[in-house]
C-alpha cells in the first residue's frame, strides 16, 4: 500500500511540463506587452496598438485561467464563459478608450 | 456480513462530502474549491469595475492622465508582471509536488513563490517612494487617485495571499494547497490586466 497522502493523482493537475510551457508562454507574452505599450516611450499608443495590447493581455489572463489555475479540465461552457467574462471585460475598456482615440468625446473646457 | 464501525463511518463521510459537491451546483464542476472560484468571480467584476472606470476617467481628461502616466515607472510594472507569473509558476508547482507526496520539494517551491511575491511588493514600495518623493499623493489628482486605490488594493492582496501560503505549506493537503495557490494566480491574473490599463494605455 501507498502510504503517501495524496499519491492517486484524481485532481487531474497540470504537469510540470504544462506549467513551465505556460511560463515560457507568459514570459514571452509579457515581453510583447512591453513592446506594444512601448514602455521606454512617452509617445501616445494609437488605437492599433491598444488593441494588440488587449489582444496580448487576454491570452496571458487565459493562459493564467486554462493552466495555472487548470480550468482546462473543466467542462467547455465554464472554459468558454471565463473567455467570454475577459473578452468582455478588456472590449469594454478598449471600446472606452476608442471614443477618444476616434474623437468622439467632446471635451468641456 | 456484518457493517463495522469504520465502514459505516466511510460511508457517512462519503454521503457528506457527496452532499457538499451537490450543494455547490454547477461550481463543483471547476477544479479545486468552488469558494475560490466565486472569489475569483467577484474579484474579476470588482476589478473589471474598477478598469472600466479608469478608463473612463482618462477619456474624460486623457492630457492630465497622460502627463500623470508618463511619470510612473513602466519598466519596474513590466519587471513586475514577470515576477509575479513566475512566482506563479513556483505555486502551481508546489501543488503538483504536494499531489506527489513530496512534501520537501512543496515547501521549497512555496518559499520561491513567497519570496517572489515579496520582491513584488518591494519593487512597488520603490514606486510608491519615487512617486510619493515627486510629490504625487492619493489626492494630487484623479489619475494617482485611481493609480493609488487600483495598486493599493491589489497589493493588499498580494500581502494576504503571502499569509496563505505560508499557512498552506505549514498545515498542507493537496486541497489547501490548490486552494491557496488558486487565490495566488488570481492575483496575478488581476494584474496581467492592471499592468496594461493603469501603466501602458494611453
Not at chain 1, 495524496?6 to 504537469?15: G, I, S, Y
Not at chain 2, 512566482?87 to 505555486?91: C, N, Q
Given at each position: 500500500m501507498n502510504t503517501r497522502p495524496?499519491?492517486?493523482?484524481?485532481?487531474?493537475?497540470?504537469?510540470a511540463r504544462q506549467l513551465i510551457m505556460a511560463w515560457v508562454l507568459l514570459m514571452a507574452l509579457t515581453v510583447g506587452t512591453m513592446i506594444a505599450g512601448r514602455v521606454t516611450s512617452a509617445a501616445s499608443l494609437g488605437l492599433a496598438w491598444t488593441a494588440l495590447l488587449m489582444v496580448i493581455t487576454w491570452a496571458k489572463a487565459r493562459t493564467i485561467l486554462m493552466v495555472y489555475l487548470n480550468l482546462r479540465v473543466a467542462p467547455a461552457h465554464w472554459k468558454s464563459g471565463f473567455s467570454a467574462t475577459l473578452v468582455f471585460v478588456l472590449l469594454l475598456i478598449l471600446g472606452i478608450y476608442a471614443l477618444e482615440a476616434l474623437g468622439l468625446v467632446i471635451h468641456h473646457k | 456480513m456484518s457493517e463495522t464501525k469504520t465502514d459505516r463511518e466511510q460511508k457517512?463521510?462519503?454521503a457528506t462530502s457527496g452532499s457538499l459537491d451537490e450543494g455547490w451546483g454547477p461550481l463543483s464542476e471547476l477544479p479545486g474549491n468552488p469558494m475560490m472560484w466565486l472569489l475569483i468571480i467577484s474579484e474579476i467584476a470588482v476589478f473589471g469595475a474598477g478598469f472600466a472606470g479608469f478608463a473612463v476617467a482618462f477619456v474624460m481628461n486623457p492630457d492630465l492622465f497622460r502627463e500623470s502616466q508618463d511619470t510612473l515607472n513602466r519598466l519596474a510594472g513590466a519587471i513586475n508582471t514577470m515576477v509575479l507569473v513566475t512566482?506563479?509558476?513556483?505555486?502551481a508547482l508546489a501543488v503538483r509536488a504536494e499531489s506527489e507526496g513530496r512534501t520537501g520539494l512543496m515547501r521549497l517551491h512555496v518559499a520561491i513563490a513567497v519570496l517572489l511575491g515579496l520582491v513584488f511588493l518591494g519593487v512597488k514600495v520603490v514606486?510608491?517612494?519615487g512617486e510619493l518623493s515627486a510629490g504625487h499623493t492619493i489626492d494630487t489628482n484623479t489619475f494617482f487617485t485611481l493609480y493609488y486605490l487600483l495598486t493599493g488594493f491589489h497589493a493588499l492582496h498580494v500581502v494576504l495571499g503571502i499569509i496563505i501560503l505560508v499557512i498552506v505549506a505549514i498545515w498542507h493537503s493537496l486541497d489547501n494547497l490548490e486552494t491557496g495557490?488558486?487565490?495566488w494566480h488570481m492575483v496575478d491574473l488581476i494584474w496581467v490586466i492592471l499592468f496594461p490599463v493603469v501603466y501602458l494605455l494611453r
Open positions: 495524496h499519491a492517486k493523482d484524481d485532481h487531474n493537475l497540470p504537469t | 457517512g463521510d462519503q512566482s506563479g509558476l513556483f505555486a514606486e510608491y517612494s495557490a488558486a487565490f
